[in-house]
């Protein structure tokens, strides 16, 4: 196949598999720990969470909706998406089990893990190793980066630091069987363009091999809604994003795959900037004016 001007999850798995390939988000309810310090001041879990998905449903439950749901008969094949919260801050020997039921299911090709960098224990990962030896399958672990600059992970409450996904990305990469991925956040408040492609440079040459890209989104009641309420916070325009985007996918190595090129809150839920645009609009518009003018992903990534 020629190199595709961005390498999106459907055309890599298409290509790796011959087949489109699903993701099924599972909540194994367990809360994230950084809510006991306030959270990320962006976060709220419903922003995230698919309507099939009930925690109160058990894991085999929640798998059998989300394939009558959001696959539809479009996918056979799917990884089951430990998306909510922070999955990893449950101890190894409950997330454990969870995982291999997971993983057990015939349809799944793998599991992917969203978690924070410093939640990443040494335990998890050596049992998660074992399971995925003996299965066969496949994992990818993403973590919220958001930002490499230390203001902004400040700003958003993160609490954790750069290095601290640094640190991560090592651990992970120790074992073969493992992806990584990072969530990056494009237009924090006080980072201008060049500190958006300085985060991407130092994540894409740690050898990261997935992206999720998400522009900066005000979801209602969270501490970010009440500083876009002073007005303290500016946010894209539907046109600055996707100019944005054409400067910054050329410095993502054309083997990173992207998963996702925008945020995509519940529209019930959304404050700001609502844009009324389907993700696939912006894909296919990206797409557009790159073929337009020759730009690739990878073009300028070393
Ligand atoms: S670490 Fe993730 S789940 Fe936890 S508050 Fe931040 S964004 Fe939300």
Redesign the pocket.
């Given at each position: 196949m020629k190199q595709p001007h961005i390498r999106t999850f459907s055309y890599h798995y298409r290509e790796k598999y011959g087949q489109p390939i699903g993701k099924i988000a599972v909540d194994i309810g367990h809360p994230?720990?950084?809510?006991e310090k306030g959270?990320?001041i962006?976060?709220r879990?419903a922003s995230f969470t698919p309507a099939y998905l009930l925690k109160t449903d058990n894991i085999t439950a929640q798998i059998a909706k989300g394939k009558k749901s959001p696959l539809k008969g479009r996918f056979k094949n799917y990884f089951t998406y430990f998306q909510?919260?922070?999955a990893t801050a449950m101890a190894a020997e409950k997330l454990l089990p969870i995982c291999d039921l997971a993983l057990r299911d015939s349809d799944c090709i793998g599991i992917i893990i969203s978690t924070?960098p410093d939640y990443i224990e040494n335990e998890f990962l050596s049992g998660l190793a074992s399971l995925l030896e003996s299965t066969k399958k496949e994992c990818l672990i993403e973590l919220?980066v958001q930002s490499a600059h230390e203001k902004s992970l400040t700003f958003l409450n993160?609490n954790h630091s750069f290095e601290d996904v640094r640190s991560a990305v090592q651990r992970i990469r120790q074992y073969k069987v493992f992806e990584t991925g990072a969530h990056l956040i494009f237009g924090i408040p006080g980072e201008n363009e060049d500190d958006m492609i300085a985060t991407v440079q130092k994540v894409c040459g740690m050898g990261i091999n997935a992206i999720k890209l998400h522009h900066l989104q005000v979801v209602r009641d969270t501490p970010l809604h009440d500083m876009y309420v002073r007005r303290e916070v500016r946010l894209f325009s539907f046109e600055e994003y996707c100019q944005l985007l054409l400067k910054i996918l050329p410095f993502i190595p054309a083997e990173v795959t992207i998963h996702r090129l925008c945020a995509t809150s519940h529209p019930d839920i959304l404050v700001a900037p609502r844009w009324n645009i389907l993700a696939a609009t912006l894909s296919k518009k990206l797409m557009g004016k790159m073929t337009e003018n020759g730009i690739y992903q990878g073009d300028k990534s070393y």
């Open positions: 994230c720990p950084n809510r959270g990320c962006f976060c879990s909510q919260e922070t924070r919220g993160r």
